[in-house]
């Protein structure tokens, strides 16, 4: 089992570029979530989704549209990026009332 | 890989000495509290965790104490060793939001002396 798996390892935007975050996960959770972390804070919670066919707005929302494109991949767009969103973003899952398994980030600059 | 370790608290240890790092947690109602260490350039991995339910729960090497009354966990690490070298998060389940949200805490940078 791979885990939870994110593309791509880093990435450099300018000012007003979109991309979209793949996430995806082998251990057939229901749960999906975004993160971003900034250094010396913990974890702040962007999106997440509960199940398949549902999201739901997080701590840090704004700037930011998810898609949960099956019960497996969990995707996160920026579609107009900002120097605020340079951070390091992490995906991560879970099944009901347990522990969220993280992937290895993906780590953003916005020029 | 870039420090989330920035301007975090931090405990420097002894190898070989045990380790204790405290986390204040915010909503009397969570039910469900987990610790997680992350290695620099890595993603938070799962220590331990502990349900309402219970006060004291032990791993290997960790042990977990969760203190209701006055809302404060509490991870030990026995014979603290280098690999221990990370930056630990508790989280807490806010029941007010639904069972799948966990809240983080903002972290406790942990420096192991060899």
């Known amino acids: 089992n791979a885990g939870v798996t994110q593309t791509p390892k880093f990435q450099v935007l300018k000012t007003g570029q979109s991309m979209t975050l793949q996430c995806a996960q082998d251990?057939?959770?229901?749960?999906m979530y975004w993160y971003r972390q900034d250094p010396g804070m913990g974890l702040r919670l962007i999106y997440y989704?509960?199940?398949?066919?549902?999201?739901d707005k997080g701590e840090v929302p704004n700037g930011y549209n998810v898609s949960r494109l099956n019960k497996r991949e969990f995707s996160l767009r920026l579609e107009s990026a900002a120097p605020s969103q340079t951070s390091v973003y992490f995906c991560?899952?879970?099944?009901?009332?347990?522990?969220?398994?993280f992937g290895p980030g993906t780590r953003l600059t916005v020029l | 890989g870039e420090s989330v370790g920035l301007h975090l608290p931090t405990l420097s240890v002894q190898e070989g000495d045990n380790s204790i790092i405290n986390c204040a947690y915010s909503?009397?109602?969570?039910?469900?509290f987990i610790w997680y260490k992350q290695e620099s350039g890595k993603g938070p991995q799962f220590i331990i965790d502990?349900?309402?339910?219970?006060d004291k729960r032990q791993g290997q090497r960790v042990t977990v104490l969760l203190n209701k009354t006055v809302k404060h966990l509490s991870l030990q690490i026995a014979a603290t060793q280098p690999g221990d070298s990370a930056v630990y998060f508790c989280?807490?389940?806010?029941?007010?939001?639904?069972?799948?949200?966990?809240?983080f805490g903002k972290g406790n940078q942990v420096v192991v002396i060899p």
């Open positions: 991560a899952s879970s099944e009901a009332l347990n522990e969220q398994f």
């Open positions: 251990m057939n959770h229901n749960s």
């Open positions: 989704s509960a199940s398949e066919g549902t999201t």
């Open positions: 909503n009397s109602a969570s039910d469900y």
């Open positions: 502990i349900r309402s339910n219970m």
């Open positions: 989280a807490e389940n806010l029941s007010t939001y639904g069972n799948n949200r966990l809240a």
